[in-house]
T-cell receptor, first 114, second 113 residues
Framework: DAGVIQSPRHEVTEMGQEVTLRCKPISGHDYLFWYRQTMMRGLELLIYFNNNVPIDDSGMPEDRFSAKMPNASFSTLKIQPSEPRDSAVYFC????????????FGPGTRLTVL | AQSVTQPDIHITVSEGASLELRCNYSYGATPYLFWYVQSPGQGLQLLLKYFSGDTLVQGIKGFEAEFKRSQSSFNLRKPSVHWSDAAEYFCAVGHYNTDKLIFGTGTRLQVFP
């Protein structure tokens, strides 16, 4: 299996621009998680899906952030408009049955907003 | 409030030395406990997990962890560290009635030859 795939690996953009991060979970996994990692706040859960349905988005920082999962093999995290404080590494993870089952993380997208 | 504390931000050990990384949790019920490792530029990988039963858990790469309910701790250990163990280590806590994990802030391990 190819594991969790994220794209792009690096993204540099200017403040105010729209940013879209992409994730392909492991085939057959029913849960998908989006995390953000920063030095100041560590690893934070933003939102997670079960069977393509958003279950908990309480970690999404603002309305500028949105996430979708149109099918079992693809999810996006969008930031519009982006701000410098959104600079972070964004991880996607998937698990087969529960969030407390092993979560398999992608390599992350390093976002820099200038 | 539920939380995970990793008191050591950075630990340095010599190759071949033993290792113990500390993790303390605050949780209202019997937790599920995890250790994940993150190599530079990579995502997190599960080392081991505890749900119930034997409080000493064996994981991959020669790691083990011990759940001590009285101390609210789940410390990670390895008897002999290899240079390839240099990475960041995260403790996490969850529960059977939630799919969300709470991660600690991580401990960065540096290994000297």
């Amino acid at each position: 299996d190819a594991g969790v795939i994220q794209s792009p690996r690096h993204e540099v953009t200017e403040m105010g621009q729209e940013v879209t991060l992409r994730c392909k979970p492991i085939s057959g996994h029913d849960y998908l998680f989006w995390y953000r990692q920063t030095m100041m706040r560590g690893l934070e859960l933003l939102i997670y899906f079960n069977n393509n349905v958003p279950i908990d988005d309480s970690g999404m920082p603002e309305d500028r952030f949105s996430a979708k999962m149109p099918n079992a093999s693809f999810s996006t995290l969008k930031i519009q408009p982006s701000e410098p404080r959104d600079s972070a590494v964004y991880f996607c993870a998937s698990s087969s049955n529960r969030g407390t089952d092993t979560q398999y993380f992608g390599p992350g997208t390093r976002l820099t907003v200038l | 409030a539920q939380s995970v504390t990793q008191p050591d931000i950075h630990i340095t050990v010599s190759e071949g030395a033993s290792l113990e990384l500390r993790c303390n949790y605050s949780y209202g019920a019997t937790p599920y406990l995890f250790w994940y490792v993150q190599s530079p530029g990579q995502g997190l990988q599960l080392l081991l997990k505890y749900f119930s039963g034997d409080t000493l858990v064996q994981g991959i790469k020669g790691f083990e962890a011990e759940f001590k309910r009285s101390q609210s701790s789940f410390n990670l250990r390895k008897p002999s560290v290899h240079w390839s163990d240099a990475a960041e280590y995260f403790c996490a806590v969850g529960h059977y009635n939630t799919d969300k994990l709470i991660f600690g802030t991580g401990t960065r391990l540096q290994v000297f030859p």
